[in-house]
């Protein structure tokens, strides 16, 4: 069998910045241990795999060892293999998930994520937490991942963290914060006990960055950028219950997979 791969810089002003992420369109699912091989062979962050479903599309995604209930630059990455490569002409793509209904809306060449907000629960930084990053926060807040903010930028710059005290957290990753110098806040991303160090653009985590920062603020909109080795700018909105998660996308590569 033979497979289109596309990859994608997602979060990105230009290829080699951002988030890249790998997308596979199928015509029918294959089995969940192909799609886990796939993502482990593509060895990326996120590897996306989508379907045609009614008027819109099925989605799920793969890091290279679990699947994930909600991922935001891979799916700002298929959005982009729609629009630009397979002719899809709708203002607004639907894709169904298990974090439920995601759209993605372009403007020129400008996508949106509409995702569901996460807002977290402040709490005490687990031990471990706090081992791995070697920072006391302050102040700790838990959803999907645990929201971790410090007092500076360059206090999240310059971060070297323990990863595997960070592989004993009981939630999927640390995301890593502080007001910006440049833009309304930094972030960095950690999650190893799903197989990676340190994600270099993390769209999901602005589910629970962007309430916690428009309330901070006072604010409805916000520029941030993710300070990791490639980095990425990404833009904010609150809309109630919802979040809309903004950035550019570019095509590093087009292949095709023998499976």
Known sequence: MKLPLYQVDAFAAKVFEGNP????????????????????????????????????????????????????????????????????????????????????A???????????????????????????????????????????VLESEAQVAALSPDMEALKALDLRGAAVTAPGEHKDFVVRFFAPRCGIPEDPVTGSAYTQLAPYWADRLGKAELSARQISSRGGDVGCAIAGDRVRISGTAFLYMVGEISV
Request: net charge negative; charged share 15%; proline share 6%.
């Open 21 to 104: 992420a790998a997308v596979v369109p199928l015509e029918t699912w294959l089995p969940d241990a192909t799609m886990q091989s796939i993502a482990a062979e593509n060895n990326l962050a996120e590897t996306a795999f989508f379907v045609k479903e009614g008027e819109g599309y099925r989605i799920r995604w793969f890091t290279p060892t679990v699947e994930v209930k909600l991922c935001g630059h891979a799916t700002l990455a298929s959005a982009h293999v729609l629009y630009e490569l397979l002719g899809e002409q709708s203002s607004s793509i639907v894709f169904q998930s298990l974090s439920g209904p995601l759209s993605v």
């Open 106 to 148: 372009r403007s020129g060449g400008l996508l949106t994520l509409d995702f569901p907000a996460q807002p977290g629960t402040r709490c005490e930084a687990p031990a471990a937490l706090v081992r791995g990053l070697g920072v006391q926060p302050l102040e700790c807040l838990a959803s999907e991942d645990y929201l971790v």
